[in-house]
């Protein structure tokens, strides 16, 4: 619903500044900076240091995670021999 309004202002405001005339292109770009950045700030997107840094962590807590699955494995098997052992 947000993205046709978005879409619509664009337009809207880059006809009125080219009918305006050729004289105004900074203005132009300033204005569609502007729609531009309030549309992103919108769709909640993140920066790429801050994806970066997430992706880190993700990486981080994957490699915690196979070692915690690896020393639960070695445990599980332990226990399962100690239990063979007594039987």
Do not use: H, W, Y
């Not at 569609?32 to 240091?49: A, C, E, I």
């Not at 490699?63 to 100690?82: F, G, P, R, V, Y």
């Amino acid at each position: 619903m947000a993205k046709p309004d978005f879409i619509s202002q664009l337009a809207q405001q880059a006809g009125k500044l080219i009918n305006s005339g050729p004289e105004i292109q900074s203005d132009i770009e300033e204005k569609v900076q502007v729609l531009l950045q309030g549309g992103f700030s919108r769709l909640n997107m993140v920066s790429r240091d801050e994806f970066d840094a997430q992706v880190a962590v993700l990486n981080r807590t994957r490699s915690k995670l196979e070692a915690l699955e690896k020393q639960l494995a070695e445990l599980t098997a332990q226990i399962e021999s100690q239990s063979a052992d007594k039987i």
